[in-house]
Protein backbone atom coordinates (compact mmCIF):
# COMPACT_ATOMS: atom_id res chain seq x y z
CA UNK A 1 0.00 0.00 0.00
CA UNK A 2 2.94 1.93 0.82
CA UNK A 3 4.22 2.21 -2.84
CA UNK A 4 0.92 4.11 -3.81
CA UNK A 5 -2.65 2.68 -6.02
CA UNK A 6 -5.02 0.67 -4.38
CA UNK A 7 -4.21 -3.11 -3.64
CA UNK A 8 -6.89 -5.65 -3.25
CA UNK A 9 -7.48 -7.71 0.01
CA UNK A 10 -7.18 -10.97 -2.22
CA UNK A 11 -3.44 -9.62 -3.20
CA UNK A 12 -2.59 -8.03 0.25
CA UNK A 13 -3.46 -11.86 1.75
CA UNK A 14 -1.65 -13.51 -0.86
CA UNK A 15 1.48 -11.80 -0.59
CA UNK A 16 1.90 -12.00 3.59
CA UNK A 17 0.08 -15.66 3.56
CA UNK A 18 -3.06 -14.52 5.43
CA UNK A 19 -6.61 -15.16 4.53
CA UNK A 20 -8.58 -12.18 3.30
CA UNK A 21 -10.61 -12.14 7.07
CA UNK A 22 -7.44 -11.82 8.68
CA UNK A 23 -6.24 -8.85 6.10
CA UNK A 24 -9.66 -7.17 6.97
CA UNK A 25 -8.43 -8.01 11.02
CA UNK A 26 -5.17 -6.28 10.25
CA UNK A 27 -6.42 -3.01 8.23
CA UNK A 28 -9.31 -2.49 11.35
CA UNK A 29 -6.09 -2.62 13.74
CA UNK A 30 -4.60 -0.35 11.49
CA UNK A 31 -6.85 2.03 11.46
CA UNK A 32 -6.69 1.89 15.12
CA UNK A 33 -3.52 2.98 15.75
CA UNK A 34 -4.22 6.09 13.25
CA UNK A 35 -3.46 4.74 9.98
CA UNK A 36 -5.86 6.88 7.39
CA UNK A 37 -6.79 3.48 5.20
CA UNK A 38 -9.60 4.11 2.66
CA UNK A 39 -11.46 0.49 1.01
CA UNK A 40 -13.34 -0.07 -1.95
CA UNK A 41 -15.22 -3.49 -2.38
CA UNK A 42 -14.30 -3.39 -5.71
CA UNK A 43 -10.77 -1.77 -5.86
CA UNK A 44 -9.22 -2.72 -2.28
CA UNK A 45 -7.70 -0.99 0.02
CA UNK A 46 -5.15 2.61 0.00
CA UNK A 47 -3.02 4.30 2.45
CA UNK A 48 -3.73 7.69 2.49
CA UNK A 49 -1.88 8.42 5.81
CA UNK A 50 0.50 7.45 8.32
CA UNK A 51 0.16 8.72 12.42
CA UNK A 52 2.29 11.21 12.78
CA UNK A 53 3.72 9.18 15.23
CA UNK A 54 7.39 7.31 16.16
CA UNK A 55 6.30 3.83 15.37
CA UNK A 56 8.45 0.87 15.04
CA UNK A 57 7.07 -0.44 11.84
CA UNK A 58 7.29 2.90 10.55
CA UNK A 59 11.22 3.75 11.06
CA UNK A 60 12.04 -0.14 10.49
CA UNK A 61 10.62 0.17 7.00
CA UNK A 62 13.17 0.76 4.72
CA UNK A 63 15.88 0.89 7.44
CA UNK A 64 19.35 -0.07 6.06
CA UNK A 65 21.20 -1.17 9.97
CA UNK A 66 22.53 -3.98 11.31
CA UNK A 67 22.67 -2.72 14.49
CA UNK A 68 21.16 0.26 15.23
CA UNK A 69 17.19 0.01 16.01
CA UNK A 70 17.02 -3.78 15.76
CA UNK A 71 14.56 -3.26 18.26
CA UNK A 72 12.61 -0.04 18.78
CA UNK A 73 10.09 0.11 21.68
CA UNK A 74 7.87 2.98 21.41
CA UNK A 75 5.63 4.77 23.94
CA UNK A 76 3.55 7.66 23.82
CA UNK A 77 4.07 8.95 27.04
CA UNK A 78 6.58 7.86 29.42
CA UNK A 79 8.79 8.97 32.34
CA UNK A 80 11.73 9.14 30.63
CA UNK A 81 13.36 7.08 27.40
CA UNK A 82 16.66 7.33 29.09
CA UNK A 83 15.57 5.41 32.66
CA UNK A 84 13.70 2.75 30.16
CA UNK A 85 17.02 2.05 28.48
CA UNK A 86 18.92 1.86 31.31
CA UNK A 87 16.40 -0.71 32.83
CA UNK A 88 16.47 -3.06 29.78
CA UNK A 89 20.53 -2.41 28.93
CA UNK A 90 20.87 -3.29 33.05
CA UNK A 91 18.80 -6.42 31.98
CA UNK A 92 20.96 -7.64 29.33
CA UNK A 93 19.58 -5.80 26.28
CA UNK A 94 21.42 -5.93 23.49
CA UNK A 95 22.97 -3.07 21.68
CA UNK A 96 21.29 -1.48 19.21
CA UNK A 97 18.10 -1.08 20.81
CA UNK A 98 16.29 1.56 20.94
CA UNK A 99 13.24 3.34 23.29
CA UNK A 100 11.56 6.82 21.70
CA UNK A 101 8.30 8.45 23.72
CA UNK A 102 6.06 11.03 21.79
CA UNK A 103 6.42 12.68 25.48
CA UNK A 104 8.55 12.27 28.69
CA UNK A 105 6.89 13.23 31.74
CA UNK A 106 10.67 13.82 33.44
CA UNK A 107 12.96 14.11 30.68
CA UNK A 108 16.51 14.68 32.02
CA UNK A 109 19.20 17.14 30.59
CA UNK A 110 23.28 16.89 31.07
CA UNK A 111 23.84 18.06 34.54
CA UNK A 112 20.96 17.26 36.11
CA UNK A 113 18.79 19.41 34.44
CA UNK A 114 15.78 19.37 33.05
CA UNK A 115 14.87 18.11 29.40
CA UNK A 116 11.37 19.71 28.15
CA UNK A 117 10.39 17.25 26.26
CA UNK A 118 7.94 19.38 23.40
CA UNK A 119 5.14 18.18 21.13
CA UNK A 120 6.71 17.52 17.71
CA UNK A 121 10.17 16.44 18.82
CA UNK A 122 12.21 13.17 19.07
CA UNK A 123 13.02 11.77 22.20
CA UNK A 124 15.58 8.25 21.82
CA UNK A 125 17.44 6.37 23.65
CA UNK A 126 20.29 3.75 22.27
CA UNK A 127 21.78 1.10 23.97
CA UNK A 128 25.33 0.30 22.93
CA UNK A 129 28.03 -1.96 24.14
CA UNK A 130 31.47 -0.84 22.91
CA UNK A 131 34.59 -2.69 24.11
CA UNK A 132 36.63 -0.18 25.44
CA UNK A 133 38.08 1.41 28.87
CA UNK A 134 35.38 3.87 30.86
CA UNK A 135 37.66 6.70 30.11
CA UNK A 136 37.15 6.36 26.24
CA UNK A 137 33.24 7.05 27.00
CA UNK A 138 33.69 10.59 26.28
CA UNK A 139 33.84 9.91 22.61
CA UNK A 140 30.52 9.09 22.34
CA UNK A 141 28.10 11.62 23.24
CA UNK A 142 30.75 13.98 20.32
CA UNK A 143 29.80 11.23 17.92
CA UNK A 144 26.38 11.22 18.51
CA UNK A 145 26.65 14.80 18.23
CA UNK A 146 28.21 14.36 15.09
CA UNK A 147 25.54 11.77 13.77
CA UNK A 148 22.63 13.94 14.76
CA UNK A 149 24.30 17.26 13.00
CA UNK A 150 24.71 14.95 9.71
CA UNK A 151 21.28 13.22 9.79
CA UNK A 152 19.43 16.86 9.93
CA UNK A 153 22.04 17.81 6.81
CA UNK A 154 21.48 15.13 5.07
CA UNK A 155 17.57 15.49 6.12
CA UNK A 156 16.51 19.32 5.64
CA UNK A 157 19.65 20.99 4.11
CA UNK A 158 20.58 22.87 7.60
CA UNK A 159 23.89 22.37 9.05
CA UNK A 160 23.74 22.62 12.47
CA UNK A 161 27.33 23.46 14.83
CA UNK A 162 27.73 21.42 17.46
CA UNK A 163 29.00 22.99 21.34
CA UNK A 164 31.72 21.41 22.29
CA UNK A 165 30.29 18.46 23.82
CA UNK A 166 27.70 17.97 22.17
CA UNK A 167 24.61 20.79 21.76
CA UNK A 168 22.73 20.93 18.60
CA UNK A 169 22.84 24.69 17.94
CA UNK A 170 21.31 26.44 15.10
CA UNK A 171 21.19 29.95 14.34
CA UNK A 172 22.42 30.36 17.92
CA UNK A 173 19.92 28.50 19.43
CA UNK A 174 19.52 25.41 20.74
CA UNK A 175 17.99 22.35 18.33
CA UNK A 176 18.91 19.74 20.55
CA UNK A 177 21.00 17.89 23.19
CA UNK A 178 22.47 14.66 24.34
CA UNK A 179 23.28 12.94 27.18
CA UNK A 180 25.32 10.16 27.37
CA UNK A 181 25.35 7.89 30.34
CA UNK A 182 27.25 5.01 31.14
CA UNK A 183 27.87 1.72 33.15
CA UNK A 184 31.08 0.32 33.59
CA UNK A 185 33.51 -1.69 35.54
CA UNK A 186 37.15 -0.02 36.25
CA UNK A 187 38.34 -1.14 33.27
CA UNK A 188 35.74 -2.12 30.95
CA UNK A 189 32.66 -0.33 30.06
CA UNK A 190 28.98 -2.47 30.31
CA UNK A 191 27.03 -0.27 28.33
CA UNK A 192 26.43 3.07 27.17
CA UNK A 193 22.67 5.05 26.65
CA UNK A 194 23.42 7.61 24.40
CA UNK A 195 19.98 10.10 24.51
CA UNK A 196 19.25 12.72 22.10
CA UNK A 197 16.58 15.35 22.07
CA UNK A 198 16.07 17.32 19.17
CA UNK A 199 13.02 19.95 18.85
CA UNK A 200 11.51 18.65 15.32
CA UNK A 201 8.38 20.51 14.25
CA UNK A 202 7.65 22.47 17.43
CA UNK A 203 6.45 25.84 16.99
CA UNK A 204 8.02 28.60 18.28
CA UNK A 205 5.06 29.52 20.42
CA UNK A 206 5.36 26.24 22.65
CA UNK A 207 8.57 26.67 23.91
CA UNK A 208 8.82 27.60 27.77
CA UNK A 209 9.22 31.15 28.98
CA UNK A 210 12.73 30.05 30.60
CA UNK A 211 13.85 28.50 27.56
CA UNK A 212 11.89 30.67 24.25
CA UNK A 213 15.03 32.77 23.82
CA UNK A 214 17.53 30.10 23.31
CA UNK A 215 15.65 27.21 21.94
CA UNK A 216 14.61 26.78 18.39
CA UNK A 217 13.08 23.85 16.14
CA UNK A 218 14.04 22.32 13.05
CA UNK A 219 10.47 23.47 11.47
CA UNK A 220 11.59 27.12 12.67
CA UNK A 221 14.59 27.00 11.30
CA UNK A 222 14.04 25.59 7.78
CA UNK A 223 10.36 26.87 6.99
CA UNK A 224 8.43 23.32 7.03
CA UNK A 225 7.59 20.18 8.47
CA UNK A 226 10.55 17.34 8.88
CA UNK A 227 9.57 13.65 8.99
CA UNK A 228 10.65 12.78 12.07
CA UNK A 229 10.43 9.15 11.26
CA UNK A 230 12.87 9.84 8.21
CA UNK A 231 15.11 11.54 10.89
CA UNK A 232 15.31 9.30 13.07
CA UNK A 233 16.70 6.42 10.36
CA UNK A 234 18.78 8.90 9.12
CA UNK A 235 20.46 9.11 13.19
CA UNK A 236 20.86 5.25 13.23
CA UNK A 237 22.14 5.05 10.10
CA UNK A 238 24.89 7.70 10.69
CA UNK A 239 25.46 6.40 14.27
CA UNK A 240 26.12 3.12 12.71
CA UNK A 241 28.14 4.22 10.42
CA UNK A 242 30.75 6.75 13.00
CA UNK A 243 30.24 3.28 15.10
CA UNK A 244 31.96 1.17 12.39
CA UNK A 245 34.20 3.94 11.78
CA UNK A 246 35.54 4.60 15.53
CA UNK A 247 35.55 -0.08 15.91
CA UNK A 248 37.64 0.03 12.57
CA UNK A 249 39.26 3.17 11.87
CA UNK A 250 39.50 5.01 14.90
CA UNK A 251 38.41 7.97 16.88
CA UNK A 252 40.59 10.95 14.70
CA UNK A 253 38.49 11.10 11.53
CA UNK A 254 35.28 11.87 13.82
CA UNK A 255 37.44 13.80 15.84
CA UNK A 256 38.31 16.09 12.36
CA UNK A 257 34.27 15.84 11.86
CA UNK A 258 33.36 17.21 14.82
CA UNK A 259 35.72 20.24 14.29
CA UNK A 260 34.29 20.91 11.55
CA UNK A 261 31.16 21.61 13.11
CA UNK A 262 31.84 23.01 16.04
CA UNK A 263 31.11 26.02 17.18
CA UNK A 264 33.49 26.24 19.88
CA UNK A 265 37.10 25.95 18.81
CA UNK A 266 38.70 29.52 18.48
CA UNK A 267 35.97 31.02 21.12
CA UNK A 268 37.34 32.29 24.31
CA UNK A 269 34.46 30.62 26.55
CA UNK A 270 33.45 29.83 30.22
CA UNK A 271 33.05 26.22 31.56
CA UNK A 272 31.19 25.80 34.55
CA UNK A 273 31.06 22.48 36.16
CA UNK A 274 29.79 21.23 39.84
CA UNK A 275 33.44 22.42 41.30
CA UNK A 276 34.46 25.68 39.55
CA UNK A 277 34.69 27.90 36.41
CA UNK A 278 37.23 27.72 34.48
CA UNK A 279 37.78 30.69 31.15
CA UNK A 280 39.83 30.39 28.60
CA UNK A 281 40.84 30.08 24.67
CA UNK A 282 39.14 26.60 23.25
CA UNK A 283 41.86 25.82 21.21
CA UNK A 284 41.23 21.76 20.26
CA UNK A 285 39.70 18.56 21.46
CA UNK A 286 42.05 15.85 22.09
CA UNK A 287 42.13 11.78 21.04
CA UNK A 288 39.54 11.45 24.30
CA UNK A 289 36.87 13.96 23.34
CA UNK A 290 38.32 16.30 26.52
CA UNK A 291 37.98 19.94 25.23
CA UNK A 292 41.51 21.68 25.68
CA UNK A 293 41.70 25.65 26.75
CA UNK A 294 44.12 28.31 26.93
CA UNK A 295 43.91 29.98 30.07
CA UNK A 296 44.61 34.00 30.23
CA UNK A 297 48.01 32.65 31.71
CA UNK A 298 49.08 30.47 28.74
CA UNK A 299 48.57 27.34 30.63
CA UNK A 300 46.58 24.68 29.38
CA UNK A 301 43.95 22.75 30.76
CA UNK A 302 42.19 19.98 29.99
CA UNK A 303 38.18 19.84 30.52
CA UNK A 304 36.08 16.70 30.77
CA UNK A 305 32.89 17.73 31.95
CA UNK A 306 30.77 21.34 32.16
CA UNK A 307 28.84 23.49 30.57
CA UNK A 308 30.39 26.19 27.75
CA UNK A 309 29.10 29.79 27.50
CA UNK A 310 30.80 31.02 24.33
CA UNK A 311 32.59 34.73 25.03
CA UNK A 312 33.59 35.70 22.06
CA UNK A 313 35.51 34.65 18.92
CA UNK A 314 39.57 35.28 19.65
CA UNK A 315 40.71 35.30 15.97
CA UNK A 316 38.13 38.16 14.90
CA UNK A 317 37.09 39.57 18.36
CA UNK A 318 33.29 39.73 18.35
CA UNK A 319 31.40 39.80 21.47
CA UNK A 320 28.49 37.28 21.71
CA UNK A 321 27.77 38.57 25.53
CA UNK A 322 27.99 35.46 26.91
CA UNK A 323 23.89 34.12 25.25
CA UNK A 324 25.00 30.86 24.07
C1 LIG B 1 21.01 18.17 27.21
O1 LIG B 1 21.18 18.93 26.26
O2 LIG B 1 21.07 18.56 28.37
C2 LIG B 1 20.71 16.70 26.93
C3 LIG B 1 19.27 16.46 26.58
C4 LIG B 1 18.95 14.99 26.33
C5 LIG B 1 17.48 14.76 26.16
C6 LIG B 1 17.18 13.36 25.74
S1 LIG B 1 15.50 13.16 25.20
C7 LIG B 1 15.71 11.44 25.15
C8 LIG B 1 16.50 11.07 26.38
N1 LIG B 1 15.63 10.91 27.53
C9 LIG B 1 15.89 11.81 28.47
O3 LIG B 1 15.29 11.89 29.57
N2 LIG B 1 16.88 12.62 28.08
C10 LIG B 1 17.38 12.27 26.77
Known amino acids: MREGGRVSGEKLGRTVGISRTAVWKYIAELRREGYQISSSPRLGYSLISAPDELLPEEIKGGLNTNIMGKQIIHYREISSTQDIAKAL ?19 RGRMGRNWFSLPGSICLSLILRPELKPLEALKFPL ?15 LRPELKWPNDLILGGKKV ?47 GKEVSRV ?16 LKFVGFEPI ?54 TLRKEVNRGGNLGGQV
Open 176 to 222: GGILAELSAETDRVIYIVLGIGINVNTPRNLFPEEIEAIATSLKEEC
Open 255 to 308: RQKWKSLSNTIGFWVRVSNAKEEIEGEAIDIDQEGALILRKASGSLQRIIAGEV
Open 89 to 107: AAQGADEGVVVVAERQTQG
Open 230 to 245: KLVQAILVELESLYEE
Open 143 to 157: IAGVGAAQAINKLTG
